[in-house]
């Protein structure tokens, strides 16, 4: 018996795209999931998706890589996803949800940012 790097033994599996089979912790899953949702909730402010295109409007290009949104390739095909939604200041970091804490990003620098670490 494995258990997990929490000591839970409550596995399950689930199948990726090519057929390789992976295990996860479903005790730590939950546990995560659980956390994220908090951190979101308990997050001051809100915006709408209406204000957020407003602001948008401001930017020609992304503030961080300094490209034209038209030039950024697409996310796998998808434009949905080219331009994202940032927090200036992290939620983490205390960082609110309300619209001037937001600011248009392409998914490229947002998703660099995710895993630099300052
Ligand atoms: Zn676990
Ligand atoms: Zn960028």
């Given at each position: ?35 994220y ?66 600011q ?5 620098c ?9």
């Amino acid at each position: 018996m494995t258990l997990c790097g929490k000591g839970h033994d409550n596995w399950s599996t689930w199948t990726s795209t090519d057929g390789t089979v992976h295990k996860y912790c479903k005790i730590c899953r939950r546990e995560r999931a659980r956390k994220y949702s908090e951190r979101k909730k308990n997050a001051k402010g809100s915006h709408t998706e209406k204000e957020f295109l407003e602001k948008l409007r401001q930017y020609e290009r992304c503030p961080s890589c300094n490209r034209k949104w038209e030039d950024i390739p697409n996310s796998k095909g998808n434009a949905r996803y080219k331009i994202t939604e940032d927090h200036i200041i992290p939620l983490l970091k205390g960082g609110t949800n309300d619209i001037d804490n937001i600011q248009p990003l392409c998914y490229q620098c947002n998703f660099q940012k995710g895993y630099s670490v300052k």
